[in-house]
Structures are given as C-alpha cells and as structure tokens.
Nanobody, 115 residues
Framework: QVHLVESGGGLVQAGGSLRLSCAAS????????MGWYRQAPGNQRELVAT???????NYADSVKGRFTISRDNAKNTVYLQMNSLKPEDTAVYYC?????????WGQGTQVTVSS
C-alpha cells in the first residue's frame, strides 16, 4: 500500500521560513517524479515544484528564488524549503508521486503565513 505523509506545515509570519517533508512508502521512490502542489480556499490545486528521478527541478514562477525542492532517495523523502514566505503562499500543500500514468497524493499539510 502506498503512503505519502507530509509534515512541517504550520503558522509563520511573512518573511519567515518553513521546511516541508514528505515520506513515501510502498513505491520505488527513486524512479518517481516527486512534487509539491498547493490549494488555497476557493482556488484550484496548483503546481509548486517538481523534482524528477534525474533530480531535474521545475518551479512555479510565483515561488522561483524562494522555494527549493530536494529529495533523499535513501530516506524515500522529498523536501520543500520555503523562504521569504508571503501571505499568498497560504494553502494546503500536497505531496505528489508520479510515474508513467501512476499518480499518488498525500493528505496535505496546512501552511499559513500571517502578514
């Protein structure tokens, strides 16, 4: 059974930092493209960042230069370092694992940035 478990969310002031983690089990982690997505109230879920099995990264324009995605294949974990947080970054952040047509999601972790 596949599990993606996010952690590290919380409440932070604008300009602060948080580090999200997503621990995966039940998959061959190293071959999956891992990603972080977010969904704010009333909005659609949107891409934040992805990291391929090759470690190639992709970021939404809104987070470039502030967020960094990384992975540790030995720990089956993907991270999202979020710096210079803004109130508009407030959302539920979801971990995603994707390989071919296979797609798994975590339950999400809330990030709230106060102004």
């Amino acid at each position: 059974q596949v599990h993606l478990v996010e952690s590290g969310g919380g409440l932070v002031q604008a300009g602060g930092s948080l580090r999200l983690s997503c621990a995966a089990s039940g998959i061959t982690f190293s071959i999956y493209t891992m990603g972080w997505y977010r969904q704010a109230p009333g909005n659609q879920r949107e891409l934040v960042a992805t990291i391929a099995s090759t470690s190639r990264t992709n970021y939404a324009d809104s987070v470039k230069g502030r967020f960094t995605i990384s992975r540790d294949n030995a720990k089956n974990t993907v991270y999202l370092q979020m710096n210079s947080l803004k109130p508009e970054d407030t959302a539920v952040y979801y971990c995603n694992a994707r390989w071919s047509a296979i797609d798994y999601w975590g339950q999400g972790t809330q990030v709230t940035v106060s102004s």
